[in-house]
């Protein structure tokens, strides 16, 4: 079957711009997460959703970050006023429910270039 | 906070041999489950295996195998008769309580070539 897709591949956009990053997950799965992989962070968690709970924000790092998952599925990832320390791969997953029992499929990410 | 340490930025080895990478991890929780992911130069993170803190036998999945010590909070993955397409970033991963979601936390990864 079809896994989690991502949109774009690529991106660089100039600074002080707003961007918008899709993310399909594996049709049926319920738990969607967005993490950023970048040279000075490493791979660090943003945000999760959970089918009509409220997603867990606590790693998104300032508020120009925000997502929303609509109708349970597609998310989106909006970066507002974006900077050069934005830059970065941004993936997604999705698992069948959330918790450690279910196995994170990724994306194959988006990488954010901000110039 | 919990955090994990993977103290081996590089490694290699050569075609069929063994290669162990570290990966070290701090927590106060006593439940909790281990990861390691593989990352390929196509940037998708594809699960290589997990182990669940309370099961003491180690995981195994064909040539990969664990080594967890959960006294020392450790826990290292075995590849045996490495393949060339074995090549690839790798990642251990570690997963909180129930409770705090399903957010994994990483390592800084270790980059694996495996030389013909």
């Known amino acids: 079957g079809a896994g989690v897709s991502q949109s774009p591949s690529n991106k660089v956009t100039e600074k002080g711009k707003d961007v918008e990053l899709r993310c399909d997950p594996i049709s049926g799965h319920t738990a969607l997460y967005w993490y950023r992989q970048s040279l000075g962070q490493g791979l660090e968690f943003l945000i999760y959703f959970q089918g009509n709970s409220a997603p867990d924000k606590s790693g998104l790092p300032s508020d120009r970050f925000s997502a929303e998952r609509t109708g349970g599925s597609v998310s989106t990832l909006t970066i507002q006023r974006t900077q050069q320390e934005d830059s970065a791969v941004y993936l997604c997953?999705?698992?069948?429910?959330?918790?450690?029992?279910?196995?994170?499929?990724f994306g194959p990410g988006t990488r954010l270039t901000v110039t | 906070a919990q955090t994990v340490t993977q103290s081996q930025p590089e490694m290699s080895v050569q075609e069929a041999e063994t290669v162990t990478l570290s990966c070290t991890y701090d927590t106060s929780e006593n439940n909790y489950y281990l990861f390691w992911y593989k990352q390929p130069p196509s940037r998708q993170m594809i699960l290589v295996i997990r182990q669940e803190a309370y099961k003491q036998q180690n995981a195994t999945e064909n040539r990969f195998s664990v080594n967890f010590q959960k006294a020392a909070k450790s826990f290292s993955l075995k590849i045996s008769d490495s393949q060339l397409g074995d090549t690839a970033m790798y990642f251990c991963a570690f997963m909180p309580t129930y409770n705090q979601g399903g957010k994994l936390i990483f390592g800084q990864g270790t980059e694996l070539s495996v030389k013909p």
């Open positions: 997953a999705s698992s069948h429910q959330l918790g450690q029992y279910y196995e994170q499929y």
